[in-house]
């Protein structure tokens, strides 16, 4: 069974230009979420789906990050215009329902804004 | 800000000795999980353990829990190079999944 997919790997953007990444998760898994994580730290919540319902979306800084999940499957996370502290790495995960089992990650993309 | 946090924030080890991390948190659990992140890669899930529990076991992995406390500790015995990697707490409540800084263990063969 295939994992989360994420893509891209890596994508190197300046400044004030658009980025957008895509996450596949798991299939039948209910819950999605998008983490960001900075170097030397640990990851840090941006949004939570259950199905195609963004039900905390509370530490996504909306003025400029944007996602939406598909028909509850695929999702998306755009950010625009990207400024210099976006440089992260961004995770997606995935679990059944996120009533308590275990969460799947990506392998992740990591963002460098110059 | 981050639900749990670590420690120490650093582990260096001789490969054989056992590695204890530490977490504590500051808001009730459904549960509380570890995973173990290898550089440049995603995270991995170790081991998860309820509210309810106190101690659980899964191959050379460890870890407790004492919520009256609100914390956990993750013991890895008898470690092996391949251990080398970034430890993470994680707590769930209402379906929040929130992480801590983390625990670098190195060990050195």
């Known amino acids: 069974e295939a994992g989360v997919v994420q893509s891209p790997r890596y994508k190197i953007i300046e400044k004030k230009q658009p980025v957008a990444f895509w996450c596949n998760p798991i299939?039948?898994?209910?819950?999605l979420y998008w983490y960001r994580q900075n170097l030397g730290q640990g990851p840090e919540l941006l949004i939570r789906y259950e199905n195609e319902e963004a039900v905390d979306d509370s530490q996504l800084p909306k003025d400029r990050f944007s996602a939406e999940r598909l028909k509850g499957v695929d999702s998306t996370l755009k950010i625009q215009p990207a400024e210099l502290g976006d440089s992260a790495v961004y995770l997606c995960a995935s679990s059944l329902e996120g009533s308590g089992t275990e969460a799947f990650f990506g392998q992740g993309t990591r963002l460098t804004v110059v | 800000s981050q639900q749990g946090e670590e420690d120490p924030q650093a582990l260096s080890i001789q490969e054989g000795e056992n590695a204890t991390m530490n977490c504590s948190y500051k808001t009730s659990i459904n549960n509380l999980q570890w995973y173990r992140q290898n550089s440049g890669r995603g995270l991995v899930h170790l081991i998860l353990i309820r509210s309810n529990e106190r101690e659980k076991h899964s191959g050379r992995l460890r870890v407790t829990l004492d919520t009256s406390k609100k914390s956990s500790s993750l013991l890895i015995t008898a470690s092996r190079a391949a251990d080398t990697a970034s430890y993470f707490c994680a707590t769930l409540l209402d379906y929040k999944l929130s992480f801590g800084a983390g625990t670098t263990v190195t060990v050195r063969a």
């Open positions: 299939s039948g898994h209910n819950t």
